[in-house]
C-alpha cells in the first residue's frame, strides 16, 4: 500500500453528470419570508451545483457496501482483504481512538505505544501500523488517522447547462401513525430539471492498482445510472448517470513533465477494472 511519503502517481477523472430525474441538494430550511421552503444550494450568482463533499460521500456509502458484501463472502483481491468498517461509530471504526473500547480491534493508542522508540513515537512505524490495520474504505477515502485519497471537487452546471432555470415542487408531510396527511403540513421544495448536466471532476494520487479498479467499478455503476444523489431519493429525485467518463494519469517517472507541462496519459476505465479481478476461489487462502 502507498503512503503520502512521496508522489507516486495521479489520476484525474472527468465526465458529465447527466441527470436523468430532477436533483434536489438542499442547502437547510430557508428563512427568507418569501421563497421557498427548501432551496437547492447554489453559488453566490444564483446557479445551482453540488458540493464535492456530497459526492464523495454517495461514492463512499456505495463502496462500503460492496466492500461489506465482498468481505462477507471471504473474497480477497489480488491476495488482499477487502473490507469497510463503520466509521461513524467509534467501536466499530477498524481503527478505534481509545483503548478497550473493541478488544478485537487495536486502538491508535495501543499502535502508538507499539510505535515508540527510545520513549518518542516513530512516525513512519505508526503509519505502517494504521495502513495495516485500517480497512479498504478509510485507505482509499480518509479517516481520522489517514489523508484521504480521493478528491472530489464541486460540480458546477455544464457550459451548455449555464442558463438552467430551477422549479419548485409541492410536498405534504404524512403522519406516520396515521398514514394520512398532516393539517397544515404541506411545503414546497426547489429542485434541478432533469436533463441538467454537470462538471464532475475527481483527482485519485497515490493510489494502487487494486485502490484505482475499486474506485472504477463505483464510476461504472454510475455510468450505468444506478446510483443517486442528493435529497427526495425515495420520491424518484437523483437519478441520473456519468457520461464521457476521461481518465488519465502520470506516473512517478514523468513527474517532471508534469509540473512543467501538464502532461498526462490517456488511461482506460474497463483496463482499470480488469486488472483487480477476483482470483478464483476468492478466500484468503486461494
Partial sequence: MIDFSSF????????????????????????????????????????????????????????????????????WIEGRRVWACNILEEKERC??????????????EELEEESKENGRINEKKLTEKILEKSCTACILFGSNELASKVYIKDAFLADNNYLVKTEIRDGVAI???????????????????????????????????????????????????????????????????LENIKIEGVEKPYLVDYLIEGKKKPKDLDTLVNQMKLKEGGDENA
Fill in 8 to 75: 507516486e502517481n495521479r489520476y484525474h477523472i472527468t465526465a458529465n453528470i447527466m441527470m436523468e430525474k430532477p436533483l434536489h441538494i438542499g442547502k437547510g430550511i430557508s428563512l427568507e419570508p418569501i421563497g421557498t421552503d427548501l432551496p437547492v444550494i447554489k453559488t453566490p450568482d444564483g446557479r445551482p451545483y453540488i458540493p464535492g463533499s456530497s459526492i464523495k460521500g454517495v461514492l463512499r456509502t456505495q463502496f462500503e457496501k460492496f466492500l461489506r458484501t465482498l468481505d462477507s463472502q471471504n473474497r
Fill in 95 to 108: 481503527i478505534p481512538p481509545k483503548k478497550k473500547i473493541n478488544p478485537e480491534r487495536k486502538s491508535k
Fill in 175 to 241: 403522519d406516520r401513525d396515521t398514514g394520512t396527511t398532516k393539517p397544515g403540513a404541506k411545503f414546497d421544495y426547489e429542485i434541478v430539471p432533469a436533463g441538467s448536466s454537470f462538471k464532475f471532476e475527481a483527482i485519485l494520487e497515490n493510489v494502487d492498482a487494486l485502490e484505482v479498479g475499486l474506485f472504477g467499478l463505483i464510476l461504472k455503476l454510475w455510468e450505468r445510472g444506478e446510483i443517486a444523489i442528493g435529497g427526495k431519493i425515495s420520491a424518484g429525485l437523483g437519478w441520473g448517470k
